[in-house]
């Protein structure tokens, strides 16, 4: 596998799409390569930033929601 090849795969291969033997290659090909290594890392980080806003959008509104909720307890108890 060469560093191209593998570019075009390490989104499929963090996604868990590859099949075995492409895994395999890309895995053999990481652990002679340190600049793809890189790359996989630096793939991981930007799957790690975006996911949790893809997968779920509540994280983004839970604190302002527990604010409000906050908010409505000290004013019941005023
Ligand atoms: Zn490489």
Sequence with gaps: ???SEL??????YLDGALDERSETLLVVHLDGCPACRTLLD???QTVRLLAPAASEP??????????ALLAAFRDSSR
Excluded: G, I
């Excluded at 570019?7 to 499929?12: D, G, I, N, P, S």
């Excluded at 509540?58 to 604010?67: F, G």
């Design 7 to 12: 570019a075009e795969l390490v989104t499929a």
């Design 58 to 67: 509540s994280p983004v509104s839970a604190p302002a929601c527990r604010d």
């Design 42 to 44: 630096q793939h991981q």
């Design 1 to 3: 596998m060469t560093c």
